[in-house]
């Protein structure tokens, strides 16, 4: 009788101490839910209303190297973006601290790098073709394209050899929407990002001494060999080293 009653009042327990749900109420999770964060760049992106002005994936990638060069001494970003023909506005200089876009403007890219868009790239002495990645903006100077600023290339293999090739950033007449060529598009330079007369001073003012100046192109051999980027580098195009 009494080993009876034990196995009833054990087979009850469970219902005596359990909380009674009623059926239409939501059921809580043991553990709480995860809550996903859009990264910062997206954030960033739509508080800078670049939707429609700048490339997505241009900026994200951008910002991202940005974020880890510890050398720059300034809070400006300039990306450029050569998925855009030359003959569309496809530089940007960023205000990264006040979130401001201060500069647009269409660029030159180098003459072997392609017709209106640059497809082929190169950090060869003598190839005349544009170099990707990411760069620190240097001193100004005098030269024979007039006010120009010295690019030094942060990424080995890829624009490093920048300062040898006279990479520079400067005016030039060739640079200017105005005189778009029979082709089709914009003037080309020696590899350098050329960019209108009128506004040269003013950009460069602005860029020089320890910005951070990103060359885009979604390339797959740049983003295999990038210093500053990764885990973007599946079905694109190839880079052209030589």
Known sequence: ???????????????????????????????PAQVVEAPAADLLYEEMQLEGVVGYMAFRQA????????????????????????????????????KKLLHKTVVSHGRNSG?????????????????????????????????????DGLEKGVNDRARERAIVMHGAPYANPANIAPGGRLGRSLGCPAIPLSITKSVINTVKEGSVLFIYANNQDYLAQSTYLSGYNDGLPSYNEM
């Open 115 to 151: 017709e209106n868009y640059a497809t082929s790239f190169s950090n060869k002495v003598g190839s005349y073709q544009s170099s990707l990645g990411f760069y620190l903006t240097e001193n100004t100077y005098q030269g024979k394209n007039g006010y120009s600023l010295v690019l």
């Open 1 to 31: 009788m009494q080993k009876t009653l034990f196995i009833f009042l054990i087979s009850i327990i469970p219902f005596l101490v359990s909380p009674v749900t009623k059926s239409n109420e939501p059921v809580v999770a043991e553990t």
């Open 63 to 98: 910002v991202e190297g940005y974020e880890k060069i510890d050398g720059k001494r300034k809070e400006i970003l300039t990306v450029i973006d050569f998925t855009k023909p030359s003959t569309e506005e496809r530089m940007f200089v960023l205000d990264m601290k006040n």
